[in-house]
């Protein structure tokens, strides 16, 4: 027998030793939520995970299957009495897979297709130019394409013009005398059809008393390619970041896409054992916060909130609540906003379905979870939803629409900078 795991980055056995098997987390986990079985739980995928580990399994479809179906979502992790750490084990099981693991052609077409893309901000601005002119004629035909193009369709965000071709200003001084000095992460997808978030984020730092850097040197932080497997992209991603971030020299690195805040916290796990870059990952990591932490740090508000009156449902993405213990925060930070009511929907501990690249590779279960949510979310009536990670963004804004619905879903940091400003929200 060939075991499933071999050579460098296998997932560590003493953590997959620290689960006790108890099952508390079973009813957090999306996808034991709708199958009820018990290899597609946390528990289950530990016991593969060891069973790999010790030669008992090979490299089979099912036993890839059953880790290809997980989320990476961690809310086993807020669930677990035991504090077993799922991520680096799913990371490494991945990681594991993409090397040992044979796809079928198509799967690895559209993998490579999706890993060529998404983390270089200059090839995806030109994949993503055409969506500008025939973006809502492709979403009419979608029905009849096939279902990787339907499903890469139905998330793909509807960019402008504007928003392919602005850049965040590399240098904004702070308002009144400096506090911090702040880097700004850009993104990519977040830079190209988010640059609003981006920009919102740097006044909001800027109005605060931070001096803020957006190098325009840096690139992908390699969150996608890490938490899909692709553990030597990944590194060699935060690699060029860990030197452009260097160089800028501040305080701290804001973030505002949950899922590159994660991985970017992760980086002195991912170097660990390089002895080259172990001690400056480390270093990075220390600096790294969700902007929603830097605010929270960086002391009471200088700017005056203005009001805006709406009902706002605040919407936890995964890899901050679950993955960095990020709750309170946004909370506090957008119930300072006068007039806002803010709403949680019902099982808000469930994953939406983005989970990085999940929507495109999983459809059918990620379109399930996105529905789920998005009932959820109806059912509070909600003027508009509040999220800190554009795949949430753009999953909850695909399944409303499927159920009839047209929400407005902005990035916290946005109601903030329009609450500094004086913007009126809701056509009041
Ligand atoms: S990461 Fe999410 S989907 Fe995966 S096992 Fe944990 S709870 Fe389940
Ligand atoms: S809650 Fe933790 S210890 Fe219990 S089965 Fe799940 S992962 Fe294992």
């Given at each position: 027998?060939?075991?499933?795991f071999s050579g460098a980055d296998q997932p560590s056995g003493a953590l997959i030793d620290a689960?006790?098997?108890?099952?508390?987390?079973?009813?957090?986990?999306?996808?034991?939520?709708?199958?009820?079985?018990?290899?597609?739980?946390?528990?289950?995928?530990?016991?593969?995970m060891?069973?790999?580990l010790?030669?008992?399994?090979?490299?089979?479809?099912?036993?890839?299957?059953?880790?290809?179906?997980?989320?990476g979502?961690m809310?086993?992790v807020?669930?677990?009495?035991?504090g077993v750490q799922y991520g680096p084990l799913i990371e490494k099981t991945r990681a594991q897979?993409e090397r040992?693991?044979?796809?079928?052609?198509?799967?690895?077409?559209?993998?490579?297709?999706?890993?060529?893309?998404?983390?270089?901000?200059?090839?995806?601005?030109?994949?993503?130019?055409?969506?500008?002119?025939?973006?809502?004629?492709?979403?009419?035909?979608?029905?009849?394409?096939?279902?990787?193009?339907?499903?890469?369709?139905?998330?793909?965000?509807?960019?402008?013009?504007?928003?392919?071709?602005?850049?965040?200003?590399?240098?904004?001084?702070?308002?009144?005398?400096?506090?911090?000095?702040?880097?700004?992460?850009?993104?990519?997808?977040?830079?190209?059809?988010?640059?609003?978030?981006?920009?919102?984020?740097?006044?909001?730092?800027?109005?605060?008393?931070?001096?803020?850097?957006?190098?325009?040197?840096?690139?992908?932080c390699g969150a996608?390619a890490l938490h899909a497997g692709n553990i030597d992209q990944a590194r060699a991603l935060a690699r060029h970041n860990i030197e452009?971030f260097e160089?800028?020299?501040?305080?701290?690195i804001?973030?505002?896409?949950?899922?590159c805040g994660s991985s970017m916290k992760e980086y002195g796990e991912l170097f660990h054992d390089d002895p080259a870059w172990a001690d400056r990952a480390r270093a990075f990591t220390a600096k790294v916060r969700?902007?929603?932490?830097?605010?929270?740090?960086?002391?009471?508000?200088?700017?005056?909130?203005?009001?805006?009156?709406?009902?706002?449902?605040?919407?936890?993405?995964?890899h901050?609540?679950?993955a960095q213990g990020?709750?309170?925060?946004?909370?506090?930070?957008?119930?300072?906003?006068?007039?806002?009511?803010?709403?949680?929907?019902?099982?808000?501990?469930?994953?939406?379905?983005?989970?990085?690249?999940?929507?495109?590779?999983?459809?059918?279960?990620?379109?399930?979870?996105?529905?789920?949510?998005?009932?959820?979310?109806?059912?509070?009536?909600?003027?508009?939803?509040?999220?800190?990670?554009?795949?949430?963004?753009?999953?909850?804004?695909?399944?409303?629409?499927?159920?009839?619905?047209?929400?407005?879903?902005?990035?916290?940091?946005?109601?903030?900078?329009?609450?500094?400003?004086?913007?009126?929200?809701?056509?009041?």
């Open positions: 027998m060939k075991p499933a689960c006790v098997h108890c099952g508390f987390c079973l009813p957090s986990c999306p996808t034991y939520v709708l199958w009820q079985e018990e290899m597609d739980s946390p528990r289950g995928r530990v016991y593969l060891k069973a790999g010790d030669a008992r399994a090979e490299m089979t479809p099912t036993f890839v299957s059953h880790f290809d179906k997980c989320l979502c809310a086993c807020t669930a677990c009495p035991s897979i040992h693991y044979e796809r079928p052609l198509g799967e690895r077409l559209f993998r490579s297709i999706l890993f060529a893309l998404l983390p270089y901000p200059a090839r995806l601005r030109i994949a993503m130019a055409p969506l500008v002119i025939f973006g809502p004629l492709l979403r009419a035909l979608a029905g009849v394409l096939p279902r990787r193009i339907r499903s890469l369709i139905a998330v793909a965000p509807q960019p402008t013009l504007a928003s392919l071709t602005t850049r965040a200003p590399e240098h904004t001084p702070a308002v009144g005398a400096s506090r911090m000095k702040v880097a700004v992460l850009t993104g990519c997808v977040q830079r190209l059809a988010f640059a609003g978030v981006n920009q919102a984020t740097i006044n909001v730092l800027a109005a605060e008393g931070c001096t803020v850097e957006a190098p325009a040197a840096q690139g992908c996608l452009v160089r800028a020299n501040v305080d701290r804001a973030v505002n896409a949950a899922g969700d902007i929603s932490e830097v605010l929270t740090e960086v002391g009471e508000p200088r700017a005056k909130r203005h009001p805006i009156k709406a009902r706002v449902v605040y919407h936890d993405a995964c901050l609540a679950h990020v709750r309170s925060q946004p909370r506090a930070l957008l119930a300072a906003i006068p007039g806002i009511e803010l709403l949680s929907p019902a099982e808000s501990e469930i994953c939406c379905g983005s989970a990085g690249i999940y929507n495109l590779v999983q459809p059918e279960p990620a379109a399930q979870l996105g529905e789920r949510k998005a009932r959820n979310i109806a059912a509070l009536e909600p003027d508009m939803i509040a999220t800190g990670n554009p795949g949430c963004t753009l999953q909850i804004a695909a399944a409303g629409r499927r159920l009839g619905y047209s929400w407005k879903i902005v990035h916290p940091i946005e109601l903030i900078d329009r609450s500094i400003k004086g913007t009126r929200e809701r056509g009041d």
